[in-house]
């Protein structure tokens, strides 16, 4: 395995790991509620209530950031953005339009249908996996750069195994003597 394959291999895992790290995150106070509803023996409930179906909305709303940062991050990838638009709608359509849905109603009614303790967690397992997928795409498609040097043409430069790298200056505005008024 070459040196270029090796670094691809481990920027892929650290993506992976930042992604999931981002899902921890967003889960770790749903787990919190979901351990104390266990330790009241109440762990059906969090079927029942609208948490998983917050939690959806919230990955959901990740993921099509993500989405629109692949987008909008080069404007070379025009050919891109009908894909990017099909995943944009796909997670209004799977994921964020039926989990508001479903916490609004559990939110109105008193009565909440036993399809919900199956409805959120396939929910919530969608959003993620759109959200994983969000992250990877944006990756690929911020990296794919065609404007970008070959990054093994960056690594065997001498400048930067010393630490150096040249980047292009800083072009600000001059100020005038107008500007002083």
């Known amino acids: 395995m070459n040196h270029n394959q090796h670094r691809q291999e481990q920027h892929s895992l650290s993506m992976m790991y930042g ?8 889960l770790f106070p749903f787990l919190i509620i979901a351990m104390q509803r266990l330790w009241d023996g109440n762990l059906y409930q969090t079927l029942m209530q ?50 508001i849905i479903l916490l ?36 690929i498609l911020t990296r794919g750069e065609p404007a970008e040097r070959d990054m093994s043409q960056v690594y065997s430069d001498s400048s930067v195994s010393r630490g150096v790298v040249d980047h292009p200056p800083l072009d600000l505005p001059r100020r005038t003597d107008n500007d002083a008024h």
Do not use: H
């Open 19 to 26: 992604t999931y790290a981002d899902i921890l995150f967003v």
């Open 50 to 99: 609208p948490d998983l179906s917050i939690a959806a909305i919230i990955l959901a709303g990740l993921a099509m950031g993500k989405f629109v940062l692949g987008l909008v991050t080069n404007q070379d990838l025009g050919r891109y953005k009908e894909r990017i638009v099909f995943f944009i709608a796909l997670t209004l359509f799977l994921v964020l339009g039926p989990a």
């Open 104 to 139: 609004l109603s559990m939110m109105s009614n008193a009565e909440i249908p036993r399809f919900v303790a199956f409805v959120q967690p396939v929910l919530l397992i969608i959003a993620i996996s759109l959200y994983s997928t969000a992250v990877s795409i944006a990756n």
